[in-house]
């Protein structure tokens, strides 16, 4: 095969994999703007499955606790899993790494089935003991912070291993303490990090159908347990209306804090740049 | 500020905290699983283990769970087939995901960062919905059946849902994104130099591909495969959208055991004879993992 042709091959491959990634997602806005009541069938565009939305309000309350869920969790994801990769790059050596580092990644690759099959079953037992927690909300929440620190701490976790150490280092023998190293150094360039894993494990939370279902208690439906019990018993064009809304939200989300990282590590880099030259004087 | 800054001195409090909070959210739940699925059912509630006759503790152990489980046909089957399931969505990924990944290590630096993010896009999105597209795509009134009949393509509608097809489509699509971003991460880092030699030594392009760029991205396909294989044993969200009565998976035998037949024991002993099945594949996986991190 000749250089060009080669060229043209890898192009369409890549073409074709992205129009099979899109192709369901576009299909889904598309729709939403249908007016007939078939799915699938186009007759002209409307937006009434956008009002019919607006008066849903199953789904909407459903909206509002998976939102209210999702934040939370994503703030004690990004907290636990901080630590985490903490705990796993910073210390290398300690007894028990490679348990922790192997209960880290549990959450990973287990089916959900699993996760929430136990997660419950420990909730239940504890509950029997204790006479708390209560099924609802907080337990919900619990699943959630633990599927999204396995992610959180993956995210810091490659940002730890491209930071230069050499800047902690050099804060320390400047007479720093640990924590000023931390709050001074650590923390600030970590920032960009923090942020994409608050959104990631946002999503991941605004998302989970299984772990919700396994652990929620009576009255505490989230979007997709709404969405997935309607998906089950049929197509239903208000799902093409809110799918559209939530992609359009997540899309804008993930390139402005692409665009937001970018223009941070731009910045560190002319920054650090100034200042090594200063020094050079 | 001295609070603070014992905090950030005790190093056992940096590895305590996520210690304690993994080992309360995945070890002893996986613990307690294994416990229930020894226990029995008695009307509403798990039977203890541990009754006591005469002031004695005696523990009474229950395995008929586990004799149904391996005596009942259907349930080996459920696993057999769940396993198949898993194995030829990890192929069609990597087949599909390894030349992208290698195309994608190989296209002009500027753009890398773009094509990467058009992959996580979808990954961000909903995977529910997602899931719910290929739906409304593949039913015999659906959208792919529509447009080809308009263009009389084909006569009758083409049967693609609540099948193997729209399964292995459905699970191929969800988990292709988990097979190229290790691939990636791997073969982007691949020194150049060594297809240079190759090369200058006039090996051909075809043959240097599948001595040097393969074996060197080994444990980027094997984290890749691993990271598909695994949680696609156990899914149910996509079976229960896009399978039908003759794709049995034990993700959904699961469900059912909890959900409908409110047999929390047997549904516990279904996960731990998963959990049996995964535990290799697991470890394969922490080994690449350690060694991508090696390179």
Known sequence: ?281 | MNMLKNLFQGNKLVIGIPYGWFLLLVAIPLLIVMKISLSEMEATSVSNMISWTNGLPTLKLNFANYQFIFSDALYVKTYISSIKYALITTLICLAIGYPFAYFMARAPKHVQPTLLMLIMLPFWTSFLLRIYAWKTLLVSNGVINNVLMSLHVINAPLEMMNNSFSLTIGMVYSYLPFMILPLYANLSKLDLRYLEAAADLGTSPFKAFWLITVPLSKAGIIAGSMLVFIPAVGEFVIPELLGGPDTLMIGRVLWDEFFSNNDWPMAAAVAVVMIALILVPMAILNKAEAKLEEA
């Open chain 1, 1 to 281: 095969m000749s250089q060009a042709s080669n060229k043209v091959f890898a192009n369409g491959w890549m073409l074709a994999v992205y129009l099979f990634l899109y192709l369901p997602i576009v299909t889904l806005v598309v729709f939403s703007f249908n007016d007939s009541k078939l799915v699938t069938v186009w007759s002209h565009a409307s937006t009434r499955w956008y009002s019919a939305l607006m008066q849903d309000s199953d789904l909407l309350s459903a909206v509002f606790l998976s939102l209210k869920i999702a934040f939370l969790s994503a703030l004690m994801s990004v907290f636990f899993g901080t630590f985490t990769a903490f705990a796993l790059n910073r210390y290398r050596h300690f007894r028990g790494r490679t348990m922790l580092s192997s209960m880290a990644t549990t959450p990973l690759v287990m089916p959900d089935v699993i996760v929430g099959l136990s997660l419950l079953l420990m909730l239940v037992s504890l509950q029997h003991w204790l006479g708390f927690p209560q099924r609802g909300l907080f337990t919900i929440l619990l699943g959630h912070a633990l599927l999204g620190t396995a992610y959180a701490a993956v995210v810091v976790t490659s940002r730890l291993k491209e930071m230069d150490g050499r800047l902690d280092e050099a804060a320390m023998d400047l007479g720093s303490k640990p924590w000023q190293v931390f709050t001074l150094v650590t923390f600030p360039l970590l920032v960009p990090a923090l942020v994409s894993a608050f959104l990631l494990t946002f999503t991941l939370s605004f998302d989970d159908v299984v772990l919700s279902s396994f652990l929620s208690g009576p009255g505490f439906n989230t979007m997709p347990m709404v969405i997935f019990s309607r998906a089950r018993l049929g197509l239903n064009p208000t799902i093409n209306a809110v799918a559209t809304v939530t992609i359009t939200v997540v899309t804008i989300a993930v390139i402005a804090s692409s665009f937001y990282t970018s223009h941070i590590e731009r910045k560190r880099k002319r920054e650090m740049a100034l200042a090594y030259s200063d020094s050079n004087q």
